[in-house]
DNA sequence: ACAATATGCTAACACTGTTAGTTTTTCAAG
DNA sequence: CTTGAAAAACTAACAGTGTTAGCATATTGT
């Protein structure tokens, strides 16, 4: 059969392509393999197995997360930032969900490359919560608090858990940022106490 | 083969077993029917499919999630019934994470039995938050950020994303508890103003 | 006692990820 | 140029998955 040469970045993209418009759920090596025009064993030339095709892929959902967050917050401060930074979160799961989910699904996997990717998502959070007067140690604590509320919601939104009630969930959305921001004050006070 | 009489709830008690013992990552429905000395093609005449099978483990699951919070809560008010809610949320994912786990795949399925299921959630929480004085708009908002906030953070240390930093996880824990706490007052104050 | 129902079986289908071993193409070095 | 190594693809197979169809047998109700 007439070779394409195919590298690793191709296969990576059309994963990514394919989770996108397939869904997660609906992935699998042979599929992939088919849209490339190659049988799923060859993959294996490319690829150690599924597991690390997923990481590559998550690398790829990181990096873009990062970029929208990083550029949301860009000239803002305080509040302002972020409540920008929860936006462009809250809109990256929304639009692009199979690849927020691929994001989520990471960790199971323990990897050193991985731990340190965990840097990226921390990142553009610490930097939305700088103009705050905090200690280092309280940054820590709220920089999870922050992703716990962030990723709480929009995965229990995507899974349709907030259709119970009439009220709006992008104003229960911005509740909790607003409550979050309330948080930041406070410790604000505290630190400075 | 000497019949043994298998029933429904039977099969679901040995599936709930056999997700806690080996993680719901390792169940199969060839490994159930093994344990309970049956051909997998067996389990048909007692379920649907394995779809149904989780939706029945994730009732359990919800029921069990239920009562420890009404059990935490009994005889506490505001603050204290809040924080002892999420004590035993957290408690009962990290005790009985492969349990957890069912309850988060299950809206995945839609179905109308699952949506009833929905509000023995959303009970032991609007039971916590009854001593404050808010209206029913707020208190459908607070609900929804309080539970993103438990699971949310549950999730994430389930899945081994707090431990990047040297502080405590149960501080941050803690810490994202009294900010809902905060939040709380403060609306109380809004709804009375 | 007989019929109906419930419980179980075997065999098979269509998938899945993955490995081993083999062929073919490409490309670089002598 | 040719030769040899590396890269990219193949076929065949294995062990596993959920699921269905069709058949056998045991229990239960009439």
Known sequence: MARQGLTRPDIIAAAIKMIESEGLHNFSLRELASRLHIKAASLYNHIRNMDE??????????SELKKAQLGAIAGKRRGEAVEALADAYHRFGKERPEIYKVILSLPMVKNDAIHRAGF???????????????????????QRIFRSILHGFISQEEAGCFRQYPVDVGDSYHMAV???????????????A
């Open 178 to 192: 607003r409550g979050f921001i309330l948080l930041l004050e406070n410790s604000e006070k505290e630190a400075e």
């Open 120 to 142: 990226d998502i921390v990142e553009p959070i610490m930097a939305a919560m700088a103009d705050y007067h905090l200690t280092g140690e309280q940054m820590m604590h709220l």
């Open 53 to 62: 095709l997923y990481t590559e892929v998550g690398y790829y959902a990181i």
